[in-house]
Each structure stands twice: as C-alpha cells, then as structure tokens.
C-alpha cells in the first residue's frame, strides 16, 4: 500500500477470529499428543469444559492432577509449548475478509497489532494468510512483553508505516483492559466490536472508552466505510 488515506489497524485474537476456537484446537492438539493409549477425547473434555466454564489458565496444572500418569511423562511447560506451537484449525470470522478487501479497494492502509506468545501469533496469522490481507504484521511479543499494548512502539510503528496522522488511524479491538488506551493516546480512534463469542464480550468498557462499539462485523463494516469517506 502506497500513500494511503486512512490507516485502520486490528487486533488479532478475538477480533478477526474467535480465541475460543484457537482453545479448542489447541486442546485438541495437546489431547492427542498426551494420549498414548488414553481416551484423547475424554482428555479434550476435561480441559474444554474447564475453559467453558470459566477457567482461565492453569488447564495443564489441572490436566496433570486429574490424569498422574500424564503427569509420570510429561511437564506442564512441556505442554504450553505443544499448545503454542500447534498449528491451530482457525478461520477468519464470518465478513472479516470482505471488510478487509473492501477497505483495501478503498484505499486503505490495513496493519495488526497483536500480544501473545510470538509463536503462537505468527502461527494463527500463517493459518489466516493475513500476509496476502494487511499491509503490516506487528506481534508485539518480537520486541518483549514489556512493549504488549498498551506500549506505544506498536503504534508509532503503523503511524511511520503508513505515513499517517494520528487523526487519521483507527484500532480496532476487543478487549476494553487494554486494546483502547494505547491508541487513544496516541490520538487514534478506536473501535470495540462486541460481539456474542467473545471472551471478554460480558467486560465493561473503561477509561478510557472505545469511541464507538459495534455489535456484529457488518456494523463494523459500515462503520469503517463511512469513518474513511468522511473529509
């Protein structure tokens, strides 16, 4: 993309693909792997019922408590790392690719800005071919944790990439603890979408609050297309 007019610029997890299926085929992965004679669906089980009904990490801790003779052959580092190197089964969300070409038709500067294990992030991109998609790939975790958003290198980063104003970029996330702070300030708008699915769909916004929320990718859609027409 050469001189674009307008940047907009996504969070990955949860935003262009729902995390939860990310989970599913990561437990998947690990379930398989452990299994070694074992029932790997009951295995699957045990762990997704525990994320579906509300734990959020310390899966493999538990895994290995409830199962002893996984625990006799394998470690719990051993098993984050199968579940963040596994190639997952995911897939954009529903409209998400026909917003993005849309915008990209339009003129537009596309970028993602991601946190998360590195590897795990290029993995999820690789699978979601956002290389033929965006215009700038940035997982924060390159540089170390401590430049997760809401850390400004990221965004400084999209600003030089595009050779934008603040005033004409927008980030476009989910998750109100830290997806809109960074961005705001830096000037940027921003956009919540907020959708059923989600994991931090039932998360109130708070301060600094996204200056606009939407309900479903095609509202986010709209949304975008009218932000980038106006003057």
């Known amino acids: 993309m050469v001189n ?23 437990f998947r992965h690990v379930a398989a792997r452990v299994a070694s004679g074992r029932d790997a669906s009951a295995i699957y089980r045990y762990l997704w019922e525990g994320f579906r ?35 997952p089964k995911i897939t954009l969300r529903t409209g998400i ?41 940035v997982f924060t975790d390159s540089w170390g944790k401590e430049y997760w958003k809401p850390h400004a290198r990221a965004f400084a980063l999209m600003e030089r990439r595009f050779a934008l104003a603040p005033s004409k970029l927008v980030y476009v ?14 000037g940027w708008a921003s956009i919540r979408l907020r959708t059923p699915g989600q994991l931090h769909e039932c998360v ?14 095609e509202s986010l859609s709209d949304l975008l297309m009218h932000i980038i027409r106006e003057p």
């Open 204 to 217: 109130a916004a708070t301060e600094p609050a996204p200056t606009w929320e939407v309900p479903s990718i």
């Open 173 to 186: 996330g989910d998750n109100p603890a830290k997806d809109f702070s960074g961005p705001h300030a830096r």
């Open 97 to 137: 690719a026909e917003t993005l070409s849309k915008l990209r038709s339009a003129g537009v500067g596309l970028g993602v800005i991601s946190d998360g294990a590195y590897w795990s992030q290029v993995q999820k991109a690789r699978v979601l071919r956002l290389d033929a998609l965006v215009d700038e790939l």
């Open 53 to 87: 009904g509300g734990l959020r990490g310390g899966h493999f801790d538990r895994l290995l408590d409830q199962y002893p003779s996984i625990a006799d052959q394998w470690t719990v580092p051993e098993l984050v790392s199968i579940y963040r190197c596994h190639c």
């Open 4 to 26: 674009p007019h307008y940047g907009v610029v996504f969070d990955l997890d949860d935003t262009l693909y729902l995390e939860r299926d990310y989970v599913a085929s990561g």
